[in-house]
């Protein structure tokens, strides 16, 4: 497939929701996120499909002596999730009380974010819905599938993920966790997310408040 740069993530979005129409999804899907850099994508597709929109804060769970090493991730909702990885958690040979303090850490600050982002609004119900998960690139699809595994325990029915840009390897890993991947490119030697972007400025929390707002009103 041939790739192209796009002009912003707003573009990225609108591109994404044309494809996204050819699939004749229902009234009822609901449209997530993943802040920063997905929301205007997620924004763009979430007002061309009619649908809700809101946002899937994912937090690392670092290691205790190794932050950059992921024991596992806690991602947004009611409750928050927490997904975590034994191996690495074993081989490590940490303790519950490890686990749980940057457990603790970590929801403070999705906390923090969902009350930023959200201000008062409950989060959107995914039960039964169309989910469609939206973020601005995957280069290793990580932090995508993360959330594809929290809002697959959440019962859709059914589990779309979509990206304007992936790497062919995100693409693979990606279609292990959603009923169905929708991309517009994937070079075959991907580099970085932002490569694919003549505009990549770096989203704020006030530019993702306002765009939830904006979809609310």
Known sequence: MKWRTFQDRHEAGRMLAERLQRLELPADCVVLGLPRGGVPVAAEVAKALGAPLDVLVVRKLGAPSQPELAIGAVVDGDPPEVILNPDIIAE????????????ARQLAVIAERSKLHRRDRPHLTLQGKIVIVVDDGAATGATLRVALKAVRGRCPRRLIAAVPVASYSALGMLREDADEVVTLAAPENFGAVGFYYRDFSEVGDDDVKRLLTAAAD
Request: charged fraction near 15%.
């Open 92 to 103: 490590l040979g940490l303790s519950q009380s490890d686990i749980a303090a940057e457990q």
